[in-house]
Structures are given as structure tokens and as C-alpha cells.
């Protein structure tokens, strides 16, 4: 659809003088782009939230505050994306602008940070136990604490840190010690796999700047 359509759709339910989306439209008639975007519409125009405070911020119940719970909770995913990476997706589809050489680092790694941070109480369920999925989002976001909080910034540093007695505290202080213990058993272990199939992730692009930017506002790498 039109993105002004779908505007003026959400703007007619939002207002209260239709219950519900799917009663104007056919669930077929709405891509799963158009989600995304009515998503963002809703999140930008209504509640005034950039894309970081979205990523940190939204939730089923937030979704279904703004009329938008069933719409998502129904939206198909593609092959490639298990039901508990559907959050990630959905950013995926509401800032398709930010998608570039990394973009499942980049939803994945904000996901991690609003935990960290204190934002989200918990990671979803299956984020780290679940298949290929979860193994890789294990791997981006050990590849991403090392960058931002242990100041790596290359595969050797990486090992190197990995390889000392620093390994252990790190790991609990970033939250990835049970991810580490339950699939790697050693730090050495969780870091080669992480490097072999994620590697560094390239400095300059958007997922660094913000890795920067709040390990230097969380001030955990000057308690290393």
C-alpha cells in the first residue's frame, strides 16, 4: 500500500473510530514492509521515539497499547527467521534504511544493549538456546562486548583477552558467562567460534559508532 494510505489507515484506528486495523483492510492487503512501517509511523508520530529509543522500547504490550499487538503477532516470517528473532525482524522492517553489510549484527546487538543496559529485564526466549539462529546472535554478541567494552579491535586482541584471567569477570559482567558455559565450556572456545564465523565487525559502520558510543556512556570498560 501507499505509505500515506497506511497513514491515514492507522490515524482512523489510533483516533478511535475503527477498532482495529484488519476491520479496514484484508490482512493480504498488508505487506509485511507495510507492518513495518505502520510500526514506525506509530512509534515516530505518536510517541516521538527515534530508532534507538524504539529498539529499546518496544514490546508486546507497547504494540498492543498502540492497536498494532495482532498485526504483528500474525505477520508471517520468512524461512530464514525463527519466531523468537520476530522482534528483530520487525526492526528490520521499520528501519530498512539502517540495513547494510551487517544487518542482523546491527538489530541483534541493540537487542544485547537494551538488556545490558537495563532496558529489557531479559532476553526473549530461545534468543541464545535456540537453533543456527541462536548460535549466531551467541557469537555477534560476544564479538560486540569485546569491541565495546574490552576495547578489541582486532581477531588477535580478541584471542589474547579471551585468553586471560580478565575472561571470566568480563563474561559475567557482559551477561554472555552462561551462554559461555552452556555451549563452549572456556572463553578461548566461545571467542574462536565467534571470530570464525562472525569476525570483526568492520570499524566505521553504524553497529560500531553505537558500540562506542554506550560503552563509553555504561563506563563498564574502565571497570576491566
Known sequence: MEKVDLCYLYDVVYSGNSSAILHEVSRDALSNSDI????????????????????????????????????????????????????????????PEYLGRFPKEFFVTAFYRSVFTGHRKE?????????????????????????????????????????????????????????????YKTPIAYVNDALAMVGILEPGSMCIDLCVRHAASSGVADRM
Open 36 to 95: 513495518g512501517y505502520l510500526c514506525r509511523y506509530a512509534c515516530e508520530y505518536y510517541l516521538h521515539w527515534g530508532s534507538e529509543e524504539t529498539i529499546h522500547k518496544l514490546s508486546k504490550p507497547v504494540l498492543q497499547m498502540m492497536k498494532l499487538g495482532n498485526l504483528v503477532e500474525e505477520m508471517k516470517l520468512p524461512l530464514e527467521i525463527s519466531p523468537p528473532e520476530k522482534m528483530v525482524y520487525l526492526y528490520s522492517l521499520m528501519y
Open 123 to 183: 532476553f526473549p526466549r530461545c534468543f541464545f538456546s535456540g537453533g543456527y539462529g541462536a548460535e549466531q546472535n551467541a557469537r555477534i554478541c560476544l564479538i560486540y562486548a569485546l569491541q565495546a567494552f574490552a576495547g578489541c579491535r582486532t581477531s588477535r586482541d580478541c584471542i589474547r583477552f579471551m585468553s586471560s584471567r580478565q575472561a571470566i569477570p568480563f563474561l559475567k559482567e557482559v551477561k554472555l558467562y552462561y551462554v559461555m558455559k552452556r555451549r
